[in-house]
């Protein structure tokens, strides 16, 4: 194929996009806003858009098209068609490695504008949407591309070996088509997340991106054919559906949900799941730990991305004898804190993701107020177009308050504290919940820090630092935050979900 493609013997169509264009951020946007259906962008079989909005200031950005099932039942078809008949079910891994490689090559390239779509989309402030939001979703796609010529089966003893010279091996094949759904707070780097791993392991996938935030989803696509993929690999259809064919079932959560939903779900027959869903993770911050580090990690851990964060500190425990002083300081320091444009390099807060979240934020610190927490600071939208919500901070969190046990997904820091000394009563609060994502303790006792994450139940525990997350390093949890793991090496990672051993 590639021998043929260099000589000019197998020359395709060239893709036509309709673009929406925009000029922000000091250049020009191209935004593709169709589905994208088998290699080509199309409207919507019924003709149906929806609006995806600014929410920096409530505007419209463009209309996208909403998928219908039709329209599900054509992608997943094309992924059909691209697993058992065209060139990616036949081709080497490494030659697949090297498509994924160009594919990420050409989002560096393009990370600028991916970053100022991610932003006028998400809210997402610019900083960020370049480091993390674009830039991990490159560097996941970079670990999984070396992955592809490294997913292989074993050779087993056997009772049976002698003297008939028997011989046991197994072989890692790929599912077929997957369906797989993303969230709204992370929406370029959860489709890396989830789909890097899906093709590394030779997969055809239907993606579909958040209703909210579907447009660095559509601008993926359009770089997949420009990096080669082949047609029917990879397929995007937007909107709200419901579909159970393929390799996996494909439903969406309502847009304005608590939970983060980032991967695949079974719906109405058996199907292989991964989920990674919500939690409410516990910070338990000791007396002996470094105040600075402790007051700048712990903001980190509740505000960063605006708190629409799946690893979030939801809860923070603070020991008694610096409780005061820690909760004066995170103060003083929100004060600090710019709220406004996302794409002013000065911002250090930008707006909520959409207004029926913002809307369950405040309903959230009206509740938390109601049952007797007391509200520190903030607590209200902030009056300013767009769809802001203070950075907010609550003590004296009972544990059988709904916002200790509830996750708020925004920037809301619930703190609790806890009397001196009394590491077994504060690792039992910890865990006195049903989710068990990710966790933290800060102190700078080594053995009382080992003490405590050996006994957090937790799939993450961060130790003197929070939101360390890395393509390297497995990622999940366990309880209700969902089962299965991204990143990481072969044996734990996605490429275990996305393969089956024969």
Not at 211 to 231: C, D
Not at 252 to 270: I, K, R, T
Not at 477 to 489: I, N
Request: glycine residues 8%; charged residues 25%; negative net charge.
């Amino acid at each position: 194929m590639f021998v043929r493609r260099l000589r000019g013997e197998d020359q395709e169509e060239e893709l036509v996009i309709d673009y929406v264009t925009k000029d922000v951020n000091n250049m020009t946007v191209k935004m593709p806003y169709q589905c994208f259906i088998n290699g080509n962008f199309e409207d919507a079989e019924d003709g149906k858009t929806y609006s995806t909005v600014n929410p920096t200031d409530g505007s419209v950005i463009c209309k996208v098209s909403y998928a219908s099932v039709a329209d599900v039942d054509r992608a997943v078809s094309a992924a059909k068609e691209a697993f058992d008949n065209g060139p990616w079910g036949k081709m080497n891994p490494r030659d697949r490695g090297r498509l994924l490689y160009r594919l990420a090559d050409l989002m560096e390239e393009h990370q600028e504008e991916l970053a100022t779509i991610e932003t006028i989309d998400s809210g997402a402030v610019y900083t960020l949407a370049l480091k993390t939001h674009v830039g991990m979703s490159i560097q996941t796609f970079r670990y999984f591309a070396g992955w592809c010529d490294k997913i292989q089966g074993s050779t087993i003893p056997i009772n049976q070996a002698r003297p008939n010279r028997n011989l046991t091996f197994t072989k890692k094949e790929p599912l077929g088509v997957c369906a797989i759904v993303i969230p709204w707070n992370y929406p370029l780097m959860m489709l890396a997340w989830k789909s890097a791993a899906c093709l590394a392991a030779g997969n055809t996938l239907v993606l579909k991106p958040a209703q909210v935030t579907p447009l660095t989803a559509l601008k993926f696509a359009e770089l997949t054919v420009k990096a080669g993929i082949p047609n029917g690999v990879i397929n995007i259809v937007p909107g709200s559906v419901n579909h159970s064919n393929g390799s996996y079932g494909l439903k969406e959560p309502p847009a304005d949900d608590f939970c983060c939903l980032c991967c695949s779900c079974a719906v109405s027959n058996l199907k292989k799941v991964s989920l990674e869903l919500g939690g409410k993770s516990p910070l338990i911050i000791f007396s002996d730990c470094d105040m600075d580090k402790a007051v700048r990690m712990g903001m980190s851990s509740v505000y960063f991305n605006k708190g629409e964060n799946c690893i979030a500190a939801g809860r923070l425990f603070v020991e008694e004898s610096i409780h005061d002083e820690y909760i004066r300081r995170v103060v003083e320091e929100i004060k600090k804190m710019k709220t406004g444009d996302p794409l002013d390099r000065s911002t250090d807060h930008g707006p909520q993701n959409h207004k029926a979240h913002l809307d369950k934020l405040v309903e959230y610190c009206e509740l938390g107020v109601k049952e007797g927490a007391t509200l520190v600071y903030g607590g209200r939208q902030v009056d300013r177009q767009g769809f802001f919500m203070e950075p907010t901070v609550f003590t004296d969190v009972e544990d059988h308050m709904f916002i200790a046990k509830e996750e708020s997904f925004g920037p809301v820091m619930v703190v609790s504290k806890f009397k001196d000394g009394d590491v077994d009563g504060v690792l039992s609060r910890a865990n006195n919940t049903e989710f068990g994502l990710a966790s933290g303790v800060f102190t700078r006792d080594i053995n009382k820090a080992m003490y405590v994450s050996e006994r957090l139940e937790a799939g993450t525990v961060f130790v003197n630092t929070y939101n360390k997350t890395d393509v390297a390093a497995p990622f999940g949890g366990f309880k209700q935050s969902g089962f299965g793991k991204d990143l990481g090496k072969s044996e734990q990672n996605a490429l275990h979900h996305y393969s089956v051993s024969l």
